[in-house]
């Protein structure tokens, strides 16, 4: 079974920063693409920045210049820069893998997620 291990979430003030970090555990046979999404109150989930083993990026516009995502593929890590904090980036952020992990001789291919880490930005 995979784990995403979030961490990092918290209360912030307007212009501050942080810095989530999710870790994939299990037996990981290959992470093609982590990124990070986020749920507002009353808000749809919205992908917030996704990047591909090949470290390529793609962030969503209101957080372009803000944001940072960065992998490290040796730890099966993702990790989410975020500063100048807004208060309309307060939501709920979510770690997500598309993955492939093995048991025994079997293979499983799937998107996976974590649990979520709350974000709070006071005005």
């Known amino acids: 079974q995979v784990q995403l291990v979030e961490s990092g979430g918290g209360l912030v003030q307007a212009g501050g920063s942080l810095r989530l970090s999710c870790a994939a555990s299990?037996?990981?046979?290959?992470?093609?693409?982590m990124g990070w999404y986020r749920q507002a109150p009353g808000k749809q989930r919205e992908l917030v920045a996704n990047?591909?083993?090949?470290?390529?990026?793609d962030y969503a516009d209101s957080v372009k210049g803000r944001f940072t995502i960065s992998r490290d593929n040796a730890k099966n890590t993702v990790y989410l820069q975020m500063n100048s904090l807004k208060p309309e980036d307060t939501a709920v952020y979510y770690c997500?893998?598309?993955?492939?992990?093995?048991?025994?001789?079997?293979?499983?291919?799937?998107?996976?997620w974590g649990q979520g880490t709350q974000v709070t930005v006071s005005s």
């Open positions: 299990g037996s990981i046979f290959s992470i093609r693409t």
């Open positions: 997500n893998a598309d993955l492939t992990y093995y048991r025994g001789i079997r293979f499983y291919t799937n998107d996976y």
């Open positions: 990047m591909p083993s090949g470290g390529s990026t």
